[in-house]
Each structure stands twice: as C-alpha cells, then as structure tokens.
C-alpha cells in the first residue's frame, strides 16, 4: 500500500503538462488582473486544460473519449491548480463527472463533458459537507418522482455554488433527487467571493426545466467526498507554493545586513511548515488511494489536515512578507483568500474532525 | 499668572477660559487658536506653544471639562501623527522659529502631518534606509521613496528621515526634515492593500528641495531625531481600559449568543480560550495604565500590541469558521480610500484580512518579541555586521 | 479598579519576607532532598512560615490572633511559595480557614489555626472543580444532622487530598454536611504523587468521630474559589520562576561559539512566555481583588489562563535547558510536576472554560 | 561460492545453511559465530565480515527464513549502539586487524558496545568537546566527562570522540578511538532522569590508557569519523509501517473508548485533532519508507522525529487532563535501572515525563527544525564565529 503514498512517472508527466501550460497562460499577475474583470473564470485555460490536456474527462472512461484515470491523477492535476490559484471550473466540473459516473444513462453527457464540449457543476453549497444532511432549498414538479417520468420543473434557490459560473450543465439536488438542469434556465447571480478566483454564485430556479438523473442522494454523498479528497491535494499545492515563494523571498530580503531567512525565529517556522506540509502530502495521496471504507476516513484525514494546513501556510507568507505581502500587487493575498475559503469548502477542519470520530469510534461523550 | 497645582486649579482656569470664550458662539478653528494661545492646549508643553508645563496627567482632566462645556476637539484621529510623533520631535529638536510656525496649526488641526520613514527596502530595519539628501547650497535635493504613509494624500507636511552620508555605518549618516507636501517633486499614490482598499500611500519624491532651515537636528543626526519620533509613537500603544468583551471578541461573543445555529460544540472550547485569552489582555493593558499612572512605565506597550495582534487574527479566523457558508463571500472588493480603519466594523471577511495587518504595520510581531527578549528579558542581541560598514557597502 | 491590578507596598513587604525566609530555608536542593524523605512536608519552615510570619492566620481576623488580610496578601504567599515549590500545607490551609471564616461558631478553631497550633485541611480531592457536584464518598451517623446534635460518626474514603498530611483537623464533607475530624482519628496513607512537593494522601474514615460545623456545602464552594484563586498566584510565581531560571541559562549556555539566548528562535519562545506570565499576573491580581459575581468569572479566567502558562513555563525550562533540564538533579522538574499537578487541581483549564461559558452566557449549543 | 542473486537464491542458501547447524540442537552463541562465517549475518558486509556484499533489502528475507526455523537472534535491542553506529564506523574506518577483532562479537552480541560521544558542555554542538587525549609514546592518555550513555553499564567497548588539538579550530582538533570500557580510570555512574529511573549513565574517565592501535581514522580526522557514526545513526529513524492508532495515540484513544466518565465533551476536538496528526505523522512514515525502498531517499528523517516527539509531548499531556485526579498521582519514583525503555508503558505520568525527552535526546526539537531549514529549504546558516578560532580561544 505504502507506493500509493508515492508519485507514478505517469503521474510526473501530467503534473508537468499542466504545470507548463499554468506557466505560460496563468502568472499571478493575469490571474489577478482578471479577478477584477466582468470574466472572473479564464476560459480559454479552462480549455487547453480541460480539452487540450484531457482535465475535463479525467475520470471519464476512454471509450467515452475520457482518459480513464483515477483520483490519483486529478489530484496531481488540482495540486498544479493550486499552486496558481488557476481559475477554471476543474473542481465543480471532476465533482460532476464523478457523480454523473454514478448514475444511469449518463454516457452521452460523460461523452460531452470528456470532450469539454459542456462544463458541468453540482448544484450544491461550496461549503457542503459530505453525507451532512443537506437543506433542501430546490422543490420540483412533478412529485414523488417516478423513473418512468425524467422531465421535471424546478424552483428553488441555491446559494454560494462553485464553478457553476462557467458551467452549461447544473446537477441539482431537489426533493431528494437528482435534476440534469441547463444553466442557462437557471438565474445565475455571482457572489462577491472571499476567494477572488473561484467566484461562486447563487442560482435561482424558477419552473426551471430539468431531467431527473437519479432518485435518492447517495451518489451525491459519493461525489462530494470525491471532490473533498481532491480538494486535499490542491490545497496542497497550494501550501506548497506558499512554502517556497516565502522561502525564496526570506532568502533575498535582508535587514538589519542579514538575509531574514537566516534568522531562526523564522527558519523553524518554515521548517514546521515544511513538515506539516510533508505530511500533508502523505494524507492527500492516501485521500485518493484509499477505498471502501478507509476512503471516508482517510478523506476526513485529508481535510483535517491539508485544509489548516494550507492556511497556515498562507498566512505565513503574508506575514514573513512584511508590508508588501500585505499589499494587493503581491500574489501572496490570492492564496491566503483561496486558501481559508477552501477551508470553508465541504466542511471546516472541525467538522472533519467530527465525522472522523463517529468513523473510528471515539464519541464525543 | 498664579501657578496651576491641582485638578482643580486648572478647572476653575478652564472655567474663566470659557466664561471669555464660547465655544458655541465662535468659529471652531478661532476658539481652538484662543485655546493654544491660553496655554491649554497640551498642559505640558511649555508657556507660549499652547501649554504651562504641567503633568502629563491633568490632560484628561481639561479635555472632560471643554467636552463638557460642548467646546470642539481638533479632531485628534486625523492629526494623530501630527500631534503624537511630529510635535514632541520639533519641540524637542526644532529651533525656535520652528516651533512658532509649525505647532499651532498643528494643534489647531489647520494643517495636517505624515511620516516619511518607512521605504521598500527598509521597513524593520529603519536605518538602512536609502532616500537620498545631497546638499545644493541652502537647499537640499531630496529623491527617493517611501511607503506605508498614512494620510499622505491629505498632509501639508511630513516629517522626513533621509540619508544625508552613505560613507558611514548607516546609523550616522542619517538626516532628518521637514518637508512641505506641495513641494514639487512630492508624488503621493494609493498603496492597495488586500482588503482591497488603500489605508495608506506611497510617495515618490523626485528631486524635490527642501530648504535647510527645515532640517531637525544637526546634519548626520538623524536617526537620534527620528528615535524621539518612534518612542513618542510606542508611549502611545498599550494601556487601556475598555469594557470587557470590547473589540472582535465582543462580535464574535454577540454572533454566537445571537445565532444559535452557527454554534459548533467542536468550536466552544476554542471559542472560550479566545474569550479567555481576550480578557486576559484586556486587564493586562488595565494593569498597564495602572502602572503608567502609578509612574511605574514598563515595556508592556511591545507585548500589549503583539498579543493584540495574535487575538485578532485568532478571532476573525475563527468566525469565519463558525459562519461557514456564509465565509466564503465577502462585501467589496472595490478600491476605496476609508476615512477611518474600523477593525471591527464591514464583513467578517474584511476582518480577517485588515487583523493580518496588525502584526506587521507599526512593528512587526517579530520585531516586538526581539524588543521583549532584548530589552526586557536582556537576552543577548543578534550577531550585527551592519553596524561598522560604510551604508553603501551593505547588503541589500 | 485598575490600582488593584497593582501591588501594594504592604503587600510587597509581605513578598519580601516570605522570599527571604524560603531563600534561606528552602533551596531547591533541600526541597528535591525532602521529596525521598519519610517527611514530605517541611514542619519547620511551615512554622517558620505560618507562625513566625503568619501565613497560617493570613485570612483570620486580628482580634482571632490573625493578621486580618485579604486574598491578596494570601496571593502574594502563594507567589513566592510557586517560585520555591516549597512542601508547606499553606494553601491546603488557607482554604480550611477561608471556609472555617464562613462558618459559625468557628473562633475557637480559628484562633488555634491562626497561632500555628493546628493545622487544617480540607478532605476533597485535590482534582474538585468549586461548584461541581461532588461525589458522596463519606457517609455519616446519625443522619439526617441537626443543628442541636454536633456529634457524628463518619465512615468513607476520600482521595488524593493535598495538605492534609500534615494537618492536624480535617474538615470532611459528608452527606451534604461540613465536619471536623481530628487528623490522628483518620488513617492517612500517602499517595505516590506526581508532584512530589505537594504530597497527597488518602483518608479512610472508619466510624471516626467528627463534629458538625455547618449543614450544606455552599460555604465549601466558595472555599474551593477561594482556593482557585489563589492557586492561580502560586502558578504565576512558579512560572515566573522557570522564566527566570531559563534566562539566566540560555545567556550562559554556549553552543556553536554563542549563547544559546542568542538564537531568535528560542528569543521568540521566551518573549511569548513572558507576554502570557505579564497577562497572568493581571489576572491573578483580579481573581484575588473581585468581589461579588464578578468573583467566580475572574477565579475562572485566573485558572484557565494561569495554570496553562505554568505548565507552558514548567515545560519550556526544561526543554531550553536540553540535557540537564531532563535530568533528576536539576530543579526543572520539580517545577514541571508541580505545574501539571496544579492544572489538574481544583478542575482544569478546560472545566473552567466550561464554566466560565455559562457565567458568561456562551452555551455550548 | 556462487552468486546469490535474487531472493529466492538467499533463501536456499539459508536452507542449506541451516541444514548442516540445526539452531536447535545447538549452543545459540555457537549458531550464531556459524551464521557469521557463513556470511549470512549482515549481508551487505564484505565476505569475510559477516556479510557477501548484497544489497541491503535482502536483510528482511534472510531475517524471516532464520526466524521461521528458531534461530536465535543476536539481542539486536541490546547490541543496538554497535550494530547501528559502531560497527559501520570500524568498516568505513578500521584498519583489517581492527574490524577481525570486533565485528564478529559485536555482532554475535558477545560484546556490547556503547557511544562516548555527548558531553556536559557540548551537547548540540559535539564538536565543542573537551575530554582531551595526550600522546604518550604507543599510547594515549585520557581525561575527560561523558554523559547519556545508553549501556555504558553494561558495555565490553565504547566509540569515543576526544580533542587532540585543542590549538587549532575546533572540528579539526578531534580523534577517534575505541575504548575498553573496563580500563583503568573508566568510572560509570547511572544518570538519574525526571522519571525517577536511569536509562542512561555518565562516565568519567580519569588518565585512562588507549593503545594506539585501537585509534579509528588519523589523529585529528575524528570529526569526519564521527560523521559516518551520527549518519548511520540517522538513518535508522524515521520510516516505518505501524498500524493505526500505534505508541501514544492508542493509548488515548482506548482510554476514551473504554472509559465514558472521563469523557470531556469539551477536549474531543484536541483528542480528534491530535488523531488526525497521528494519522498523519504514521501516513507520513509509510511515504518516507516507500521512497527510501524506490531509492529515493529524502531528509524526511529529522521530520519524523520532530513530529514524533510533539505529538508525544500533546498526547501525554492531554492525557493527564483527561484522568484528572488519576493524574495526580504517579506510579513510583524509586531509582530504577529499566531494561527497556517503553513510552507507552507504565503510568500515564510516566509517560507525560518521558516524553519530555523525545525533544532532547538524539538531536534536540531546536536543532533538527535548524537541519531542515538549512539543508531541506536551503536557508542561510546562523553567523558563525566558531570555526576558524581555534577551540582553547572559544566562547564556552
């Protein structure tokens, strides 16, 4: 088990496809600009990423022109994401193939979602946590659903969705079933988002055409995990980059006729860090290695730690930055932003924490 | 005049001052000029630059009365910098002139300050700073640049460190100035930070002159000068007697006693060792006010703003946690100039960016704890290189 | 309020005396001798102490042989007494006569406490949160008491009392009411402790005689704040002294040609400990000067912040001092086993969090 | 002898091995002196020394084929110090004469060996040592202190690191022996630790008589010997494949399971993060094991025990505020010489005690958080002014 834990080349030359095209298309100073602009999502990366290098129908089967990988690489894919805080729907989009995987009579929307011809996103909070009773904001008619009738009408409100911005397709929960919904039948309001570059948004439905894809939530239960487990690892990369902008940065500045990364009130902060982060990607790759059931638990693992991990690592780039990390023309504020509303994102550290203890019986009293 | 000796001396002083002069029926800058000129201005200035040499501590006790008495203030937030750091250094720097021309106005709020210290290149380590003042006669032309200046775009003056000498060990080749705002040669631009608005500015100057008679302090003394300044600026943090549950504490409290479906058990505890924690600084600056007046001061100003530091960017990280949904949005991206900081106030969002900011503006945390382990705990200071080389050959 | 934050000169007098007389009869090396001595507890110093100073009738009235004093010349003791870790029942009999001052008819007890000729504790474990329902372990004859019938019969257990070895009362509570015991009609049998300057025992009560001092128990609850209280000073003294004793060692300690004091890391570390023993210092000075309901949210405050830094302090000396703070012939652990006992006495930190929510009107849910 | 190869070749060897020497039938040091010249002890020693020269993983296979038939083992755990620090030492270093006379009952656990390296004033900074050596024709005379040796008491020899130049810097003043532990003038007394008992022991050696033939590497070349000793040392840390909830962790957690009444709502969340950073610390393991068996070995290391010692410290601890009044009260104080050393043993104020020294002992918490800024991140190293003063002119 323990080579899980590890790389596969396979899995080095993805990271280095993507890690190259985030170079060029995506410098931190694009990625800025842009979150000011009336475009928060970058389309065009979307689709070099999700069409060009296949990030769109990773999970996809190839005979449904996906790439037919696992977890593992959507990982690695979403640990490059977060190193550039990119602005692509890769995340809603995974979380939706995952769960349009799990259900009947989804080959044709797959094949279009591998192509990248349609974007698509689950139409839940960002902050769900997996298998937490959801609210039910959406009600559809005709009800109870019957398989034998897959047209529906939808009403409801769903707030603070991410990656539906950019998405052609919405899977809404509604009364306990699942809709296939065309985003543009649904009023779509972006939200001013602590995380400037995955604006969410809140969707309202009003009588709202849709297709019931699936009675019944568990699959839903299943994607969110999935999308939990990833999240880990970009928010892995993410600390990563944290990490090493900080370091190299304490390496130059000097004060005081020393480089302040010769200090060692820093040094073993950053060396804390480090370690910390190591761990990180212990548990991240374990995320989305694990099956059965060591998956739940090893997700809950994954979030308890990567999600504090990743702020931590954010906030002390800003702070060892001094003033100008502080500043809007320094990329350090992306992170931390991205980096405490992924925290934020399926369910707080906390909340982890709590589930993980139901997992492995430690009850709380 | 008899001489002042109690609290109520001066009271019955004030009283006869507004028997003369009232403040509702005059203009507010006129009875402020009437004010200073009676010497009850700032009490321990000396006679004829608006006080009478008196303790510092019968300050409140006049400022209750003219409250009182409905009179106007000479709106101390926006001339803090003025009235806290640029006056005590001309009082105790400036020549006689200086003093004449510049501490009325300043008192009267008619003409406002900033600090021009801080640079890219030179924000804890003050003294390796590298605006440039070479000498043009009776002038001075001054190019370099500064950053993290607060109300920059509304100052007519500045006070000014600028090096002078970079042959020398950076400490003495410092020269410190007053400099007019309007001068040519002065660029002030907003400096975004990233809540998304501009609290402070950048200024750019550009061969800008400043004639000699506005230098303080003797040419290559500067860094004693500006040292006046920044212990002036330190007497100010620290000691305090809020109510309890003041600041964000008192917000996050009110959003968990109020709303009961954000209370996460799993999040009490932390809740209540930040409340604790909270609490406990409160009535550590209480002792420390005690102790300033009980004329016992301590270094507990450093310690009181890096604890602050660290609760506040406790707090708001947790309230965001405890919103969860509700976290992930914020309210205003867009780039605004704010009349004034409100730590407390806008989107639990804000809070969290603006309280990363406390640890770094006005004395990094780091900065605070080697003050503490230096200078109260006398542990040893670090190995210097940068004391006995020539600015110029630093490492930069 | 805030000049109560401070000490008075009195008080500072009061501070003097006692830390010359531990200076001069209870060096560290005395004390760890002590603790494999059949006597635990230093019988001259205590009478050295509480007669000859008067810490025994510290509380008592003057017109009772006491000094008439206040918590916080108690507070002050209780400082300089954490500082030694000295082994005198000061606390333990402190506590006895604060709840024997809120009893009636007790001058007669009180004037023996405050000559120094009896010495009394009270029969709880050292462990009691102040207002949280205790365990009955002691049960009593005839029952149920009144107020015309003082004498009793007690048979029970009590365990890990502080103090009590070397008292000379007990005051025991039993079916809901208060009784004196002599010690010499109790089997005590020591208690293998972690802090071995603080010996505890247990008490087995087998028909002792006993005599009712009062029906109910809110006198004891007050007692044990009292007793809260001023732990949280002797917390403070103790970690005022681990600071001091690891300053002055960092700044001798050479390692790679500096003093180890030198290095930021450990300057860091030492400056936050300072900045926490400056806020429990202010928080121990209130818990001791509150009054009225203000007095149970300060107490709980007090121990919440103060016995967390004495461990903090206890901890950090030992690492900072590296091989030789880990050693049996350097006082740091003697220091260590008194704060981590003293965190878990009278509740921990956590219990008084839990308290102080529900003074403070923060329910858990 | 042909060449083993694969697995399964050992394997057969073995078999044929332990066909002619049933380990049954005879005397356990006799098996063992056999395997050794047989080079079935430590394969990847040359023949001749225990070993065939084989790749190191193939130890495991060839460990389970003796111990499936009931061969006895050498004490590994007793004879540890020579296996891991010792014995690669004299290989690297030894001249033919030295590795014939001590491998083979090192090996076969004749002889224990100990390390003399740690002194009082030289702790973190080994290379600051002062047991001092003095030529004296064919032999050395030594005086000087040790401390924390682990089997000093029980120890035939010791590695021992002494100054032979105190003229020159201090790295280069250093000299490597093997010492006799039951010379004249070696006096080993048990060194007393916080948890009553004495694990480890000081030595004091007093005009103690090397010959010079039992020196290891040229006079004043110590300190790069003692490299190849701390080196070996360090890659015995760090990787491992423990289940879940092992050492510590699994203590706190069967208490809570088993144990309703100490349940504190209020610190399940510490418990529950404190498992997640077992969990992770134990996942983190497994990597480091997986990449140093795919030949990528990384400094993960001094990361391991790092995290190791501050989740034992936060464990134990938290424990203690579980039990309460249990936790008053400790098991025994008495001055004890344990076997073993066992963390997860004993009572619950033991363990909190011991834990302590995980962040001291074989390289402090401070030092290895310095080697993984320094050589993992590549951060700027402390201003030394310790290395080209020679060691009688230091600082101490």
């Known amino acids: 088990m323990s080579d899980e834990l590890l790389y596969s080349e396979t899995e080095e030359e993805l990271r280095a496809a993507v890690a190259d095209l985030l170079a060029a298309r995506a410098p931190w100073a694009a990625v800025l600009a842009r979150t000011e602009s009336s475009e928060p999502y970058d389309a065009d990366l979307w689709k070099a990423l999700g069409a060009g290098i296949g990030a769109a129908g990773l999970l996809v089967p190839e005979e449904l022109g996906g790439s037919g990988a696992s977890l593992r690489e959507a990982a690695v894919v979403a640990e490059e994401l977060g190193k550039a805080v990119a602005p692509v729907p890769f995340l809603g989009n995974l979380t939706a193939t995952a769960l349009l995987m799990a259900l009947p009579d989804t080959d044709d929307r797959l094949r279009l979602a591998a192509g990248g011809e349609q974007t698509i996103a689950v139409a839940v909070p960002f902050s769900t946590l997996p298998g937490n009773g959801r609210r039910n904001t959406v009600s559809v008619t005709p009800w109870p659903p019957r398989d034998d009738v897959r047209e529906a009408r939808l009403t409801g409100r769903v707030t603070s969705v991410a990656d539906a911005l950019p998405a052609d397709v919405l899977i809404v929960p509604a009364d306990g079933s699942l809709y296939a919904v065309r985003a543009a039948d649904v009023r779509r309001t972006p939200v001013t988002s602590l995380d400037m570059t995955r604006v969410l948004c809140d969707l309202e439905l009003e009588d709202s055409p849709g297709e019931l894809l699936a009675i019944g939530y568990s699959a839903l239960d299943e994607a969110l995990t999935v999308a939990a487990a990833v999240l880990a690892s970009e928010q892995l990369g993410l600390a990563e980059r944290c990490l090493s902008l900080t370091v190299e940065y304490v390496k130059t500045r000097h004060q005081f006729g020393r480089a302040i990364g010769s200090y060692q009130g820093l040094k073993h902060r950053l060396a804390q860090l480090w370690v910390q982060i190591a761990q990180a990607r212990a548990v991240a790759r374990h995320a989305v290695s694990a099956k059965g059931e060591e998956r739940a638990i090893a997700v809950a693992v994954a979030q308890a730690h990567c999600s504090v991990v990743a702020v931590q690592a954010a906030e002390e780039c800003v702070q060892m930055h001094g003033g100008i990390g502080f500043t809007w023309e320094h990329p350090a504020h992306l992170y931390l932003k991205r980096a405490k509303s992924a925290s934020l994102a399926f369910g707080t550290a906390a909340r982890h924490r709590g589930r993980l203890a139901e997992l492995v019986g430690l009850p709380v009293s | ?396």
């Open chain 2, 1 to 396: 005049m008899p001489t002042l000796t109690t609290p109520h001396d001066l009271e019955n002083r004030i009283h006869e001052f507004l028997a003369a002069h009232d403040p509702l029926a005059m203009e507010e800058r006129e009875f402020l000029r009437n004010r200073f000129d009676a010497g009850l201005a700032w009490l321990h200035y000396p006679p004829g630059l608006g006080g009478q040499s008196l303790p510092r501590d019968l300050q409140p006790v006049a400022e209750k009365v003219f409250a009182d008495a409905g009179a106007p203030d000479n709106d101390p937030r926006r001339i803090g910098i003025g009235l806290g750091m640029a006056a005590p250094t001309i009082l105790a720097f400036g020549t006689d002139e200086q003093k004449k021309r510049w501490l009325r106005p300043l008192w009267c709020g008619e003409e406002v300050w900033c600090q021009l210290f801080s640079e890219p290149g030179a924000g804890s380590d003050l003294a390796a700073l590298a605006t440039r003042a070479v000498r043009d006669g009776d002038e001075w032309i001054v190019n370099g640049q500064k950053v993290w200046t607060s109300m920059a775009h509304e100052a007519r003056w500045a006070i000014l460190v600028t090096r002078t000498d970079p042959d020398v060990p950076k400490h003495q080749g410092l020269t410190y100035f007053v400099l007019d705002m309007t001068a040519p040669g002065v660029e002030v631009r907003p400096l975004r930070q990233i809540t998304g608005e501009a609290e402070f500015n950048e200024v750019f100057l550009t061969d800008v002159r400043i004639p000699d008679d506005q230098r303080l302090g003797a040419v290559g003394d500067g860094w004693r000068v500006a040292q006046t300044t920044l212990m002036n600026e330190r007497v100010a943090i620290g000691g305090g007697t809020a109510p309890r549950e003041s600041g964000m504490i008192g917000v996050l409290a009110e959003t968990w006693r109020n709303r009961p479906e954000i209370r996460e058990p799993a999040l009490h505890d932390r809740l209540m060792t930040l409340w604790v924690a909270a609490e406990a600084a409160r009535l550590t600056a209480m002792r420390l006010s005690a102790q300033l007046a009980a004329g016992q001061p301590g270094p507990e100003g450093s310690a009181a703003k890096y604890a602050f530091a660290t609760l506040n960017q406790q707090l708001s990280g947790l309230e965001l946690e405890l919103l969860g949904e509700e976290g992930l949005r914020y309210d205003d991206w867009t780039m605004r100039r704010p009349d004034t900081v409100d730590f407390v106030g806008r989107s639990p969002g804000y809070r969290y960016l603006r309280a990363k900011g406390n640890s770094i503006e006005g004395g990094t945390s780091e900065i605070l704890l080697n003050i503490i382990a230096e200078r109260v705990l006398g542990l040893p200071g670090e190995i210097r290189t940068d004391k006995d080389v020539a600015w110029k050959d630093l490492a930069r």
